[in-house]
């Protein structure tokens, strides 16, 4: 009788791996010195319509426009955010926006610790009452951004705080963003010079989702796109409708991964400076580079047209064209001549 096809064969096979090789290793779960302090709140809420609905009439509360207060409502999308976070008890998460808590609580039973941030005090209160009774979640009142382009220190010693407490290896952005903070908060975590930040999967605009990805010479390609594609690798996990939502917003939304890639950051050394210069150089979109880098709004960085001329034609990038044409790499090159 021919043998089963899964029977192992009699004589060892010269190319197979050698018998002493170990088992994969598992995951890397909460370290040995945190086994006690796993969490200990409920698990995370189905996040539906209705309980929703019910939720804050119970609280009396009703969602804010300004506050990009739309809630998630589709679990199998949850699920997509969990899965693209790739979480362990080795990880930190950033969660900004804590709203009801759903995601907190998910996030909080696949990560090492969580540190939550939510501006409206009535939705930090009701949240509390899902993520309160869990150990490895600090929930903070209070805005992500301390001014209009900069992140709250509080914030961000509480995160890093945590991630030392629970001794954590890397540091996670995971968040269905509100709107109207989303970029700043991707482009400045993306600048800070000492956190490990592993990779961000965040939920944005499909219009900011755009921008992040975007190529060279199409209408959605600007600094933002230049900058984080310059520091990181960015990829859309999946384009999101408004009917995943309570209430609906008026634009498609997108799950987007952003992975800080230390190899980029290293070719655009200073990062603030390579910042700055992108922003100067955007200000001009619509002019072609000479005229765009001769009017430069900074005294300081003025140069005549004569030196842009000849600077243009050192580093070899032609001047008649105009920013939004240029890939990385010649952007590099323009803000090491001029920035
Ligand atoms: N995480 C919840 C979810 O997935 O259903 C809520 C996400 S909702 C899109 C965004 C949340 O961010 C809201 O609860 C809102 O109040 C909060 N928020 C808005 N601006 C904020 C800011 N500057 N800092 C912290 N939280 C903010």
Redesign the pocket.
Known sequence: MPRPPQEIPMMPDANAAPEAVPAPKPKPRLSEKNQGDLPTGGPSPR?TLSYLRGLMENHGLEP?AK??????IDLNLIDVVIRAADLSYEDCVL??????G???ARLAQEAGAVFT????RD?HRLAQTIIGGKANVVSHL????ARKNELSTTMLNGWAALAKKYETRQLKLI????Y??ATPIISNLLLLPDLPIERMVV?VQWEIGERLRAEPGTKDYNALSVLVQSLADVEIVRKVAPTNFFPRPKVDSAIVMIKPNPKKRALVGDVVKFRAFLRDLYTHRRKNLRAALAGWPQEEGRHEKADVDRILKEIGIDGNVRAETLDLEQHLRLSRAFA
Not at 95 to 100: I, L, R, S, Y
Not at 117 to 120: K, N, Q, Y
């Open positions: 996040q804010k506050l990009g207060q739309n809630f998630l969660e900004v926006g804590t709203g009801t759903s995601l907190t941030v939510e501006i409206d939705f209070g805005d992500a951004l968040a269905n963003l509100p109207a903070v939920m």
